[in-house]
């Protein structure tokens, strides 16, 4: 539960932060670079901690005690680091030139002014006259909130449902054997989240960016349930996984150009909480699941 509450704001805030240096027409690529990050850490960590769960009993620690000391401890060393490293905006970064400061501060300052407020967005002024309940049910936030959830759902169902599906293939295999197989559709993943939003920001759209993933991942989960060949499992796994991060990445670019420039950290922190809760839902599928499989 802490680790829960600890990193409950680490996206959102890293999101907002991506806001303050990198402008609108950029911004798909930065975050899929810093998205990147999921499924690269599910591809090594896969192999890694297939390795490390076999330590199990060294020192009389379980495996999953060995994962948690193993992988958590870096995971503190790097946020006492950035918490002295990042720098709040480009005026304030003392590694850069002042001509770079003064272009890149330029590039973000007409990227606010070009901002549009859509209808239903959350304003300042609504901030300050509202409730929280009548900002957080603003159509808008709602749009994003629902969309949110369903993305959440099928990363969830990802991280679930793939090792018991790799597993299928040769019951019996060794976690180490189940992380390799689980490393391949995150490569792809990686290659298709650098394409698709390098393709966004080259056409500088977001909606049918965002929307045809999402429907590739769904024909790759249906793809995946529909039948026992192992190889066409694997590529409806490839197509899940790939589909999910690219839409995610383009996904957050799109609540930056809806809501206010003040209104933004609680707006995408709202998004992100409520939407959250996908993840938790898929857990229910995955046990409804299993009671019809034992009924069965």
């Known amino acids: 539960m802490l680790v829960g509450i600890t990193e409950a704001g680490f996206l959102p805030g890293i999101l907002l932060y991506l806001t303050y240096w990198f402008p609108a027409f950029f911004r798909a690529r930065a975050n899929a670079l810093f998205m990147i990050a999921m499924p690269v850490t599910t591809a090594i960590g896969s192999i890694v901690s297939g390795y490390i769960l076999s330590l199990d009993g060294l020192f009389n620690l379980h495996g999953w005690q060995w994962l948690f000391l193993l992988e958590g401890f870096p995971s503190v060393l790097l946020g006492i680091m950035v918490w002295y490293w990042l720098d709040d905006s480009p005026a304030k970064a003392k590694w850069l030139t002042a001509e770079d400061k ?14 549009v407020q859509p209808e239903g967005a959350i304003s300042h002024h609504a901030m300050q006259q509202h409730s929280l309940w009548r900002e957080v049910l603003t159509p808008i936030v709602l749009m994003y909130t629902l969309a949110y959830f369903c993305l959440t759902n099928t990363l969830s169902a990802i991280s679930i449902w793939t090792p018991q599906i790799l597993k299928s293939f040769n019951e019996g295999s060794s976690n180490i054997t189940i992380g390799l ?6 490569i792809c993943t990686i290659l298709g989240m650098i394409y698709w939003s390098r393709h966004s920001d080259k056409c500088q759209e977001r909606k049918h960016h965002t929307a045809l993933p999402f429907l590739f991942a769904a024909a790759g989960w249906l793809l995946a349930s529909a039948t026992d060949h192992n190889l066409i499992q694997m590529l409806g796994i490839v197509m899940a996984s790939t589909g999910s991060f690219s839409a995610m990445a383009i996904f957050w670019t799109t609540p930056d150009q809806s809501i206010s420039l003040r209104a933004r950290a609680i707006g995408i922190a709202v998004i992100n909480a409520t939407g959250n809760i996908g993840s938790g839902a898929q857990s229910v599928y995955d046990r409804l699941a299993e009671g019809s499989d034992r009924q069965l």
């Open 102 to 115: 003064k272009c890149l501060q330029e590039m973000m300052d007409n990227d606010r002014l070009t901002l």
């Open 181 to 186: 197989l689980a490393a391949i559709p995150q």
